[in-house]
């Protein structure tokens, strides 16, 4: 045997006695408890979401899947901390829409869920809802739309911070509709709505599940969901798209991301447990009640809609200017 062949050889020896240490570690995946690290704190919609699905997880897959929640800076330090994190499948991070708006800013340091991130599969979303308080004196979308077209920038719209989900939203509908809305940020959702409800503010895309009670007590008035299709909370409402405004989508999705280069075999693994955990009736029966759809996607699929979501806020933040805080 010439020394080529000899290299030859001893290559495929050290090939053949690692793979099956490798089948064998993915085989046994999990074999020791999974990290699932939320950049939201405890008690959000996120937070709830996961807790449901890590439970229904850790009773398909036999290892707890421990939720840890790292709050800040709108989900980017959750996100740059799992993203330097062993590629194993033992820690997971929950990607957001937040997390596609921070990537969409120009010259952005946060990490891009498609890029940075392996993505295994969407779990679920919170469709918006376009309220209004009702001493604004408009009952539908085109209402709204022609008052604010009459009263350029004195129509004002809450969300719960500059650069946020239901920020980016108002945006978007005014660059849709060609109107000029006054947004008016606070710092997180309930002084929001608090505000919303005092008419200090008139209008504001909201999660569905914050403000579902204030519409059925008619404190204030729901007049489309940003939805891509009626959402299950609210099968009445419907959609801006169908409104007229064609294409307009906006909800608060998660999904789980892995680090980069973490085994396919480990992902498909993860990805089939999750949607198994969400067909379960514990997880289901949670979701309708707090208004979470379900949804599921292989991670090409989750990839592609991440690069599409991506692109549409990279388009808004373009067009309108807007900083992150």
């Given amino acids: 045997m010439n020394r080529r062949q000899c290299v030859v050889a001893a290559l495929s020896a050290a090939v053949a006695s690692a793979i099956p240490a490798i089948t064998w570690a993915q085989d046994n995946y999990p074999s020791r408890p999974v990290k699932v690290v939320v950049g939201f704190p405890p008690g959000s ?56 708006i921070n990537a969409a800013f120009p010259n952005s340091t946060s990490p891009d869920l498609a890029k940075d991130f392996a993505p295994v599969t969407l779990i679920g979303s919170v469709p918006n809802v376009l309220v209004v308080h009702p001493s604004l004196g408009v009952s539908s979308v085109e209402e709204l739309i022609r008052a604010a077209k009459a009263k350029p920038g004195q129509i004002t719209f809450a969300s719960s911070g500059n650069g946020t989900s239901p920020h980016l ?33 008139q209008v504001m895309f909201s999660p569905a599940s914050t ?12 007049l489309a969901s940003t939805s891509a299709k009626r959402t299950a909370i609210a099968p009445d409402l419907p959609t801006i798209d169908e409104l007229g405004l064609k294409g307009f989508e906006t909800s608060v999705w998660v999904g789980f991301v892995a680090p980069a280069g973490t085994p396919t075999d480990v992902l498909a693994k993860i990805q089939t447990a999750t949607h198994g955990a969400l067909d379960s009736p514990d997880v289901q029966a949670l979701f309708r009640a707090q208004g979470i759809e379900v949804l599921k996607s292989s991670p090409d699929e989750f990839a592609r809609y991440i690069r599409s979501e991506t692109s549409k806020w990279a388009k808004v933040i373009q067009t309108t200017g807007i900083k992150p805080e």
């Fill in 169 to 201: 939203s108002g945006e978007l509908f005014s660059v849709m509709a060609g109107i000029n809305m006054l947004h008016v940020p606070y710092r997180g959702s309930t002084p929001a709505v608090t505000d919303l409800l005092g008419g200090q503010v």
């Fill in 45 to 100: 919609a996120t937070d709830v979401a996961t807790r449901a699905v890590a439970e229904a997880l850790a009773r398909r897959l036999g290892q707890p899947f421990i939720v840890d929640n790292k709050p800040g800076a709108a989900s980017n330090i959750a996100a740059k901390a799992v993203a330097s994190s062993a590629a194993d499948g033992y820690t997971l991070f929950v990607g957001t829409i937040a997390n596609t």
């Fill in 211 to 222: 403000v579902l009670q204030h519409i059925r007590a008619g404190k204030l008035k729901a």
